[in-house]
């Protein structure tokens, strides 16, 4: 540190004491000369081209890390175009630390007219875990280990930190001693369940017949892998993955029951939720056996009997619970029975052969099923791969045919089903882990931040995107009736998505066979370049909304 210490200055030197080395920002007023100094002081600072992206990069480095990523955007619309990414994150869960530059006190109190003037601090609130303005120097420390806590205790969630120009420029009075003013936030205690939880539970599951577990990512976020594995080992509980669950155990476990969704849901008699929240991704729980018993997993007190009565709560940090809940169920003894399994093993199979044959019967023009294939079969050879995926049909179908095998190597639009999310979670996964990535993208959830290959490109990140060309929202094969206009969901089916990466200087591919996708991927994949796959498929496929249109109005237009 230098004699005359800046607000800026402080806040680097409590992130670097914190372990917090990686921002991802759009710079501009009052920003710039912030990031300049942070990577000049040995933090490394990763530069987009939209605000929301940068956010969700830092936050897929917070759910895969369990530390808070960091972004940092400019004051008022840079602010507000992360804003949306920060909110999507504290609904996933995700530890975020958004920081952005801000006006003057003075002027925006008085409503004066500021530059990009907005009172950010108070707009922020609705929309994340908490919010802190730093309005002096000296309270920099304090600011950034109030956020590193909020972000990560209890229910894990997005922060913002709004600070004003004067602040980051701001002089520590001297008579201050600036490492006095600097906090390194300690690991807390874990918030364990009461010991009568504990054997509630196992009396519930004492009960079972037809017993099931439901993994969400909460166990993923909690890092629960090896409390889970445990669990399911001893018991024999099969269990159905949410998405980001995926890969807390190989997908392929024979405990696995994915592919036996409707059957568990409608017949099990003891549900058992594993950092899975009762929501819409659930049905709020309304396609469950009426009569089933719920145990729920949470460390959010809040969250229990939010939808459904839970019959046996465990509130408490994910790890602490199977540390009780292990041995209990050791002592007691508990086993799924052989017919239950046997009933699930018989449905998986049939449902396996009928996945099989969509995976295989040829089309032309190329399907979604048989487009997955090669990307199914690459993560399957290489199952250290990380996997991003958004779309509609495209998230929806892949998430169905795509095993994961690994922790946290699956990342998708999540709870709030937002998109636009991938190419900056694909950003965020390469920097934060070194592997490779794989983005596979519906041609509409590419457009909203596609302009992001060219960060890839200039970070020269081992990404291949794979982008579904359908040629619409949904699908590309609607017409308008006047015949005026393009429909509401068309797109241009002829686009070439692959030219842009190769404007930027990367690999660039066009298919429109599985046999052609699967030489481009295994190449751009091998080659550890930034490349574009454009996968041109049938415009006449894909549904409405996916496997969510029953979420749509029905006002009896005919499509």
């Not at 303005?133 to 922060?159: F, H």
């Amino acid at each position: 540190m230098t004699e005359q210490i800046t607000g800026a200055e402080l806040l680097i030197e409590a992130l670097k004491k914190n372990n917090l080395k990686n921002i991802y920002g759009v710079v501009g007023i009052p920003v710039t000369d912030l990031a300049r100094m942070a990577q000049r002081s040995g933090m490394r600072y990763f530069g987009f081209r939209r605000e929301d992206s940068a956010v969700n990069a830092a936050a897929a480095a917070g759910f895969l890390t369990g530390k808070p990523g960091l972004a940092l955007t400019v004051s008022a619309p840079g602010f507000l175009n992360g804003l949306v990414a920060l909110g999507e994150a504290t609904k996933n869960c995700f530890p975020v630390i958004m920081i952005s530059g801000s006006s003057e006190r003075h002027i925006i109190d008085l409503n004066q007219g500021d530059y990009e003037g907005l009172d950010q601090y108070n707009i922020a609130k609705p929309f994340c875990k908490a919010a802190y303005r730093v309005d002096r120097p000296e309270d920099m420390g304090l600011a950034v280990a109030r956020a590193i806590r909020s972000a990560t205790t209890g229910r894990p969630g997005g922060v913002y930190l709004d600070l004003p120009a004067d602040t980051i420029g701001a002089i520590l009075d001297e008579n201050i001693d600036p490492e006095s003013t600097i906090i390194k936030e300690n690991d807390f205690a874990k918030l364990r369940p009461a010991k009568e939880e504990v054997t509630r539970a196992v009396d519930v599951l004492k009960q079972a017949k037809k017993p099931l577990i439901i993994l969400g990512k909460g166990a993923s976020i909690a890092h629960a892998e090896d409390g889970v594995r445990e669990f399911i080992e001893t018991t024999k509980i099969p269990y159905l993955p949410m998405s980001m669950a995926k890969g807390l155990l190989p997908d392929d476990s024979e405990s696995c029951v994915a592919a036996a969704r409707s059957l568990s849901f409608s017949e099990a008699d003891v549900i058992m939720l594993v950092g899975a929240r009762l929501n819409w991704m659930l049905s709020h729980g309304n396609k469950f056996n009426p009569n089933a018993k719920l145990i729920q997993i949470d460390v959010d007190p809040d969250e229990i009997d939010s939808n459904k009565k839970i019959a046996a709560p465990l509130v408490g940090d994910m790890n602490a619970v199977f540390e009780g809940l292990n041995p209990a169920v050791k002592e007691a003894g508990i086993k799924a029975s052989q017919t239950w399994l046997d009933a699930l093993k018989a449905k998986k199979d049939e449902n396996f052969a009928k996945m099989q044959k969509r995976l295989t019967t040829p089309r032309s023009p190329m399907g979604y099923y048989g487009a997955m294939r090669p990307i199914k079969e690459l993560i399957r050879k290489n199952p250290d791969t990380y996997l991003i995926s958004e779309g509609a049909n495209t998230l929806d179908i892949g998430r169905n045919v795509i095993d994961i095998f690994k922790p946290r190597h699956r990342l998708d639009s999540g709870t709030w089903g937002v998109m636009g999310v991938g190419l900056g979670y694909a950003i965020g996964t390469a920097i934060e882990t070194g592997q490779k990535v794989v983005c596979v993208e519906g041609d509409s959830a590419f457009g909203f931040d596609g302009m992001e290959i060219e960060t890839i490109c200039r970070l020269h990140l081992p990404v291949t995107i794979v982008i579904f060309n359908n040629g619409g929202i949904y699908n590309g094969a609607e017409k308008d009736p006047a015949g005026s206009d393009p429909a509401p969901i068309t797109l241009d089916a002829k686009g070439r998505y692959d030219k842009l990466s190769e404007a930027f200087g990367g690999l660039a591919y066009n298919v429109t066979t599985p046999e052609e996708l699967d030489k481009a991927l295994n190449e751009a994949y091998e080659s550890g370049k930034p490349a574009i796959i454009n996968a041109v498929i049938d415009p006449t496929l894909g549904k409405e909304s996916g496997h969510i249109g029953n979420l749509n109005p029905k006002l009896g237009i005919k499509h």
